[in-house]
């Protein structure tokens, strides 16, 4: 793998002869002038290669015109543990000389620091996978082979023993499928100019490409894990006509193509849907396209039962996503706020948590949260007719007290200041706050620092809940009643 093209002689032909640059010694070795068995290079801006040699377990940096290289990652043997490094296959070097290196044998990536420096670092750090343990998951690799990176820091791995291409957004804790075919143990992998990924199909002796595809509802630029923006206009308003994305009329059950009183949305920058399967106690994932008929993955709250652990949830109503893939969980009947990080198995609270009621340290039945970029946590107080902030919700223990912001805490009414029963709250990129005003059955916009919103959307609807905007700024809704999930597309 090279980081940059390298200007090769214009007249070359296939007969013109090469020049050794690294490892002297045909019949390779462990000294500082030979090489045992390597597999992959990496040139920087300088023309210094960093070589991946498998045989001895390390990564040697090579100075250009030097009859000696010196080893910057490694300690010579195989092993598992982190001063170590498993049968290799591929390395990256990023604008630090942090060097990354693909462990196909011990099923990881590795992230080795200060790797320009001649004395290389000591140990690595598992950035992704899990190391020793091959799998499947979106959290594991099976004989990772090929890492590059894109524009956006986004990493690629090819998982050669699951036959997959997997996307890890920076600072992830899993990844996603991008690209999967019948190839019989891949081992390269680089994008060529115009984007595509192109494969070393290595034991089919060929070499594959992935056209890329940018559809035209988006744009080539790679969105982040989650939270997209909701970019819409600032007189948006949303057609009454709607279509059906998850779950079906009038049907419920724990199967995972079906829902059990949906009550809350939201969205990743990929266009997964994310819905907090209120009656089956659970949060489940869509992906994008979803119709009535599609499956999810349940990605939270793993008894469909409930209760008050923290791997459970009890009639949990909304959920929010932050831009390291964070879940904040609206907890109803517990009466709290969880953050579950990304691939975890239990939850923390970092609001409420101290039972109901209409003062201020306590939650009354509440229905949807949303978190700034402050991780200040915003809750749509159902029963308390109000929406509170909550701040520095970031934290372990969360705040210990909320601030009504909007409508009359404890009454309820139709006026333009109040709500009846609010529900899902989200926020647009003007910092607009949106209310699911459900007595009312209506969609409020609240301006920054307003005493009143306005109505900018109105339908017949069962019990509305959960709503959020999706990529195109339309807005969906979970038709609580109507077990059903209902879409507002928007027009400027």
Known sequence: MMSYPLISNLGST?????????????????????????????????????ILDTGNFRVVKWLPGQPLGFTV???????????????????????????????????????????????????????????????????QFSLPTAITFDQYNNMYIMDAGNNRIQRWWPGSTYGVTVAAASMSNPRGMAFNPSGDLVVADYSNHRMVLFPVVCPSTTTTTMAPSTNPSNQVCDTAVWSSTFRIVAGTTGSYSTALNLLNAPLDVTFDGYGYMYVVDYGNSRIQRFPPGSTSSTSAVTI???????????????????????????MYILDRDNYRVVKWLPGQPLGFTVAGGHGTGTTLDKIGESYAIYLDDQSNIYISEYGNHRITKWLNGNLAAGA?????????????????????????????????????????????????????????????????????????GDLVVADYSNYRMVLFPVSC
Do not use: C
């Open 300 to 326: 939270a709250g793993f008894t469909s039962t409930g209760g008050a652990g923290l791997s459970e949830f009890n009639n949990p109503t909304s959920m929010f996503i932050d831009l390291n893939g964070t």
């Open 400 to 472: 210990t007290t909320g601030i009504t912001i909007a409508g009359q805490s404890g009454v309820g009414g139709s006026w333009s200041y109040q709500f009846s029963s609010p529900t899902a709250i989200t926020f647009d990129q003007y910092n607009n706050m949106y209310i699911m005003d459900a007595g009312n059955n209506r969609i409020q916009r609240w301006w920054p620092g307003s005493t009143y919103g306005v109505t900018v959307a109105a339908a017949s609807m069962s019990n509305p809940r959960g709503m959020a905007f999706n990529p195109s």
């Open 73 to 139: 990652a490694g300690s010579g043997v195989t092993g598992t543990t982190l001063d170590k490094i498993g049968t290799s296959y591929a390395i990256y070097l990023d604008n630090q000389s942090n060097i990354y290196i693909s462990e196909y044998g011990n099923h990881r990536i590795t992230k080795w620091l200060n790797g320009n420096l001649t004395a290389g670092a000591t140990t690595g750090i598992t950035i992704a996978g899990q190391s020793g343990v091959g799998g499947s998951w979106s959290y």
């Open 14 to 50: 296939s007969s013109t002869s090469a020049v050794t640059l690294a490892g002297l010694s045909t019949g390779g070795g462990n000294g500082y002038s030979e090489l045992s068995d390597p597999y992959s290079i990496f040139v920087d801006l300088n023309g210094i290669m960093y």
